[in-house]
């Protein structure tokens, strides 16, 4: 079963800082990877989604990789803001059957 | 219009109660998805609709139902459930299997439960 990672866990970093969210997985053969927004208490808002075949995606201050052979991804939020604040969730398409990771709980401090 | 909409957005309910959960989308979707998500936990999938026909099953407790009765439709039906199934149930959406390394899902807003 595919087993999804994330890391760290948590993650505070005061405003205007570049950061780095990781993601992990075990099986490769993947459709696609998808990253989302989870604010307390609500649905999940979809941020980028990276096909197996492409290395990258962006999306304004977002920045997304996709090393499948190695079963990795990162999101790369340029420029912090106080509203990115919320926990990023990594999820893996496997055949339509999604698994996610546990999340990056992300404070952005004033 | 991305836009899943989840009715109720509460649900209190006694473990001998029936009740429902909705989900509804009119982007045209063909897959649709039910998500349990308990407190600082990431999502689990229980039930995948692809073209109206449930596809998978999560090896889900028969206390939960699920319903399809269209496209646009998605339905869990919920009968003697227990404290610990109290959880946020989100619903999704997305093209479908069919297309492949594109299927986006989009998700709702989610109905928080209470089993007392």
């Known amino acids: 079963k595919q087993e999804v990672t994330q890391i760290p866990a948590a993650l505070s970093v005061p405003e205007g800082e570049n950061l780095v969210l990781n993601c992990s997985f075990t099986d490769s053969a993947i459709y696609n990877l998808q990253w989302f927004r989870q604010d307390p208490g609500k649905g999940l808002t979809s941020l980028l989604l990276?096909?197996?075949?492409?290395r990258e995606q962006t999306s304004g201050r977002l920045n997304a990789s996709l090393d499948k052979s190695s079963g990795r991804s990162t999101l790369y939020i340029a420029a912090s803001q106080p509203g990115d604040s919320a926990t990023y969730l990594c999820a893996v398409d496997n055949f339509n059957k999604f698994y996610f990771g546990s999340g990056t709980k992300l404070n952005v401090k004033p | 219009d991305t836009e899943v909409t989840q009715t109720p957005k509460h649900l209190v309910m006694g473990m001998t109660n029936k009740k429902s959960l909705k989900c509804e989308q009119h982007m045209g979707h063909r897959a649709m998805y039910w998500y349990k998500q308990k407190a600082k936990k990431p999502p689990e999938l229980m039930f995948v609709y692809s073209y109206e026909k449930l596809s998978i099953n999560e090896s889900v407790p028969s206390r939960f139902s699920p319903e399809c009765p269209n496209s646009s439709l998605l339905n869990l039906h919920l009968h003697a459930l227990q404290p610990e199934d109290s959880a946020l149930y989100l619903c999704a959406s997305s093209q479908g299997a069919a297309t492949g390394p594109k299927n986006i899902q989009y998700f709702g807003a989610g109905t928080r439960l209470s089993v007392l």
């Open positions: 990276i096909q197996s075949s492409q």
